[in-house]
């Protein structure tokens, strides 16, 4: 009976730990969480001022908005990507990312950043009228249209974040969690279809609707698919620095990024797939405007960010990934996923800069290639400030809630059991139907 006892006393003391650390999280509100504050406001306050200078001119010349269009692209794939890993979690009933959901649903607030910027960028646009793109020449688009689109996302992560938060902030008892649990997948399968949606948009409109001779059927799709692999790899690099200044390891146990490591390792693959059968595509090809394309979009001006974007989208974390004594660890994939959130900022700025550098009368066939635009210290400020407004967001949000979701944390519990067998103690999972 003793070593049927041992286990769930450990377990029971173990439990009270980790509600005692998640109801009064240390470290978040602390010297620490000043200096993250203070920098990050200092950063995104630079930005404001930097991109209200740029809303105060002309519109002309249209380059000078490429970086802005990249940092509003760096935030769709990362911080309004990291939502997707909950709806995942919950779709597929996957109790390892219950302590993950939390930071996820979290960084959808970066919506707050996104939205606004977003819609400033649709009123640079140049004329639209019998520019090739999915409009057909539709009154109010495409800034009515993507306008729309973009502040429905944004509400659907705030609704999202303040559904999955409420138990948190007020009483919630076991019988609520089954129908929190149905309306975070309702809201979050919503949340997924608009922003592959909005990805659809921000590439076809912002990008490929700018560059004469762009047309493709894959890039679209593939940029928000690739969003997955960029959002995952936040939430991965968010709640590993979360675990270690919010002092919530045992909330925050190995399994989660073990196991996130491995969708890490899939969607990596995928991104390489991706990449193959675009280039493949213009490869072969070999029309005039298709080699024109090769060369704007990776080998010309922009080789060195194609090159990055490459080596630290795919080749670092494969590198990484494929061992599983690197998988099963924080650091490894915590490394894996610092490498593919840069090497998301790369991409978006060898998509959207030559686009922006491009964008002007409408032209059926590119005649000649522009040189590289480089960035200049607004831009610099712009392209970091805007994700760091959006990390203040989520690190002030965090001062409100407890870093990991309580509730689902407690019906994740209920669900397991500490068992001798043999010589070893196993435990035994239920899954819920």
């Known amino acids: 009976m003793s070593e049927v006892l041992g286990p769930v006393a450990r377990r029971r003391a173990h439990q009270a730990e980790i509600e005692a650390l998640l109801t009064r999280p240390r470290g978040l509100a602390g010297p620490a969480f000043g200096a993250a504050a203070g920098v990050l406001g200092l950063l995104a306050l630079a930005a404001g001022v930097n991109l209200g200078m740029l809303a105060l001119g002309s519109a002309e010349p249209r380059a000078k908005w490429g970086y802005t269009a990249s940092a509003v692209a760096f935030l769709l794939q990362t911080f309004q990507g990291a939502p997707l890993l909950a709806l995942t979690a919950r779709l597929t009933k996957s109790l390892w990312a219950a302590s993950l959901n939390r930071i996820a649903e979290l960084m959808a607030l970066g919506g707050l950043i996104t939205a606004p910027v977003f819609v400033l960028l649709l009123f640079q646009l140049p004329d639209w009228h019998t520019r090739p793109s999915i409009w057909f020449d539709w009154p109010g688009a495409p800034q009515g249209y993507d306008a729309a689109a973009i502040l429905m996302l944004a509400l659907a992560g705030l609704s999202l974040v303040e559904l999955t938060t409420?138990?948190?902030?007020?009483?919630?008892?076991?019988?609520?969690?089954?129908?929190?649990?149905?309306?975070?997948?309702?809201?979050?399968?919503?949340?997924?279809?608009?922003?592959?949606?909005?990805?659809?948009?921000?590439?076809?409109?912002?990008?490929?609707?700018?560059?004469?001779?762009?047309?493709?059927?894959?890039?679209?799709?593939?940029?928000?698919?690739?969003?997955?692999?960029?959002?995952?790899?936040?939430?991965?690099?968010?709640?590993?620095?979360?675990?270690?200044?919010?002092?919530?390891?045992?909330?925050?146990?190995?399994?989660?990024?073990?196991?996130?490591?491995?969708?890490?390792?899939?969607?990596?693959?995928?991104?390489?797939?991706?990449?193959?059968?675009?280039?493949?595509?213009?490869?072969?090809?070999?029309?005039?405007?298709?080699?024109?394309?090769?060369?704007?979009?990776?080998?010309?001006?922009?080789?060195?960010?194609?090159?990055?974007?490459?080596?630290?989208?795919?080749?670092?974390?494969?590198?990484?990934?494929?061992?599983?004594?690197?998988?099963?660890?924080?650091?490894g994939p915590m490394a894996a996923a610092a490498s593919i959130v840069l090497g998301s900022?790369?991409?978006?700025?060898?998509?959207?800069?030559?686009?922006?550098?491009?964008?002007?009368?409408?032209?059926?066939?590119?005649?000649?290639?522009?040189?590289?635009?480089?960035?200049?210290?607004?831009?610099?400020?712009?392209?970091?400030?805007?994700?760091?407004?959006?990390?203040?967001?989520?690190?002030?949000?965090?001062?409100?809630?407890?870093?990991?979701?309580?509730?689902?944390?407690?019906?994740?519990?209920?669900?397991?059991?500490?068992?001798?067998?043999?010589?070893?103690?196993?435990?035994?999972?239920?899954?819920?139907?």
């Open 166 to 331: 409420r138990p948190d902030r007020r009483s919630a008892n076991p019988k609520h969690w089954a129908l929190l649990d149905a309306g975070a997948g309702t809201l979050g399968a919503i949340y997924a279809l608009l922003y592959v949606y909005v990805q659809v948009l921000l590439m076809g409109d912002l990008a490929m609707s700018l560059v004469p001779g762009w047309h493709s059927a894959i890039v679209p799709a593939s940029h928000a698919i690739q969003g997955l692999q960029a959002g995952f790899a936040s939430v991965v690099l968010a709640a590993a620095l979360t675990r270690r200044l919010g002092r919530v390891q045992h909330a925050m146990p190995l399994d989660a990024f073990w196991s996130a490591s491995k969708l890490l390792l899939a969607l990596t693959l995928l991104f390489f797939y991706l990449f193959w059968a675009e280039f493949l595509t213009y490869w072969y090809g070999r029309r005039p405007d298709e080699q024109t394309l090769l060369t704007l979009l990776m080998f010309g001006p922009y080789a060195v960010p194609f090159a990055l974007s490459l080596l630290l989208n795919f080749a670092a974390p494969f590198a990484l990934l494929i061992w599983n004594r690197v998988r099963r660890s924080v650091a």
């Open 345 to 433: 900022l790369f991409e978006q700025i060898r998509l959207f800069v030559p686009a922006w550098s491009l964008a002007g009368p409408v032209r059926k066939e590119l005649e000649a290639i522009p040189p590289a635009v480089f960035p200049a210290l607004p831009d610099v400020l712009i392209l970091i400030g805007l994700p760091a407004a959006a990390a203040l967001l989520t690190i002030c949000a965090l001062r409100a809630v407890a870093p990991v979701s309580i509730w689902e944390y407690k019906s994740e519990l209920l669900l397991k059991a500490d068992e001798p067998y043999l010589r070893a103690e196993v435990t035994v999972l239920a899954k819920p139907s």
